[in-house]
């Protein structure tokens, strides 16, 4: 974190481009793209790139009040969806030459280039713009590979050929490149894939690449479906109803997850009034999605073979992530908005993209919620060094 001389010296600097001014936030997204162009540190000044909040371009005070709400608007735009993958930034409060301001200080990226909303935004001197294809292959070539997660990682002997490169180009790029670039760029796949962090400096498929775009990621990951067992009881002893293995790149065993989950969800009605009928399930289908699907995001995938687990009894179903609590994620933390770490962002990024999440962070608060309105009981959750446990009661 920067000192309070530092931040003096850099609000008086008015060419400086590791310093942007904002009195206000009426347009945010300028502010998103502040932070985007300071995560991708073009220049490689290896310093944080600091967005002054309640400061006029002339570096006088706008007399901007910094409320709570202020602060916390400012800091949801780092979890948000918006900007991937997530930048490492800081919100605070301070008084930096008399002026009541507040500091948005953003760390370089060790996985560039960002994105805000399909668009790569940069530093050019002391004022920002696209990237030019040029440039994002400068990015590129700055990444910190040593510090990479685990779903960076390459796959030693997978090659282009494991993948479906259709499904990239045709449903993929569209949805993660904004349209207009896509239709000005004339780059290869490969030049593609690498820019959107799914191949190795080597240009080898990387983790995150197999599981979403190969055609057998269980070749390579032993462990990467989920395995869904049904039964007529209350225990594993119980008879099976119903045993599969969802397998497959993530778009299939997505889609085949939601549709086990809504034909196992039954539906009972009420009469009121002796003419309207009420229908409740016994589970709802949004809950028992966010729930399998943060089984899905944040599992390990490097240090064990086996699955996610979605146990379906008669009376509860439980939902087994084989990954413990990650980062700076504890039991007493977990499940408040906003809060939320991940130890497979490129996966993460990748389900925001195919649209399975909708922003990041909100997952058990949404889960908690709709099991409300449907009459269920809060969920159980059981934390483990080597993964978590929730158990879904069925409404009565």
Not at 23 to 44: E, G, T, V, Y
Not at 156 to 170: K, P, Q, T, V, W
Request: net charge negative; with cysteine; glycine share 6%.
């Amino acid at each position: 974190m920067l000192s309070l001389e530092e931040l003096e010296s850099l609000m008086a600097d008015l060419e400086s481009d590791r310093v942007e001014r904002k009195a206000s936030i009426s347009d945010r997204d300028k502010i998103r793209q502040a932070i985007c162009a300071f995560a991708n540190d073009l220049p490689d000044h290896r310093q944080p790139g600091v967005i002054f909040v309640g400061v006029n371009d002339d570096g006088t005070c706008s007399q901007l009040p910094i409320t709570d709400e202020l602060l916390r608007t400012l800091a949801d735009m780092r979890s948000d969806g918006n900007i991937l993958p997530f930048p490492v930034m800081t919100v605070q409060k301070r008084v930096v030459s008399g002026c009541e301001v507040a500091v948005i200080e953003v760390q370089p990226s060790d996985n560039p280039p960002v994105r805000f909303n399909g668009r790569v935004w940069v530093r050019i001197g002391p004022r920002r713009a696209q990237a030019t294809a040029e440039e994002e292959r400068r990015l590129i070539e700055k990444r910190r590979w040593g510090n990479l997660p685990f779903d960076q990682q390459p796959v030693i002997g997978a090659s282009l050929d494991e993948l479906d490169l259709d499904f990239f180009r045709n449903a993929y790029l569209p949805a993660a490149v904004a349209p207009e670039l896509l239709l000005e760029n004339q780059r290869s796949l490969v030049d593609q894939l690498a820019a959107l962090r799914f191949l190795a400096r080597d240009g080898r498929p990387n983790v995150g690449c197999i599981l979403v775009f190969g055609r057998d990621p269980l070749r390579w990951l032993p462990g990467a479906y989920v395995q869904f067992l049904r039964l007529d009881g209350i225990d594993l002893l119980s008879p099976i109803r119903d045993q599969k293995e969802l397998s497959g790149p993530l778009p299939q065993v997505l889609r085949s997850l939601d549709e086990t989950l809504e034909i196992n969800i039954a539906v009972a009605g009420d009469v009121l009034s002796g003419t309207t009928e009420v229908r409740y399930p016994d589970y709802p289908i949004v809950a028992l999605q966010q729930l399998a699907r943060n089984a899905i995001l944040h599992r390990t995938y490097e240090s064990t073979n086996a699955p996610a687990r979605i146990y379906w009894y008669s009376d509860r179903i439980e939902i087994y992530n084989p990954g413990g609590l990650y980062g700076h994620v504890t039991p007493e933390n977990f499940g408040q908005p906003g809060v939320t770490d991940y130890r497979n962002p490129l996966l993460a990024e990748a389900m925001k993209t195919l649209g399975y999440v909708q922003r990041f962070g909100l997952g058990i608060p949404l889960a908690r919620r709709e099991l409300a309105r449907n009459g269920n009981p809060p969920p159980e959750f059981r934390f483990e060094p080597t993964g978590v446990l929730v158990t879904v009661r069925r409404r009565l």
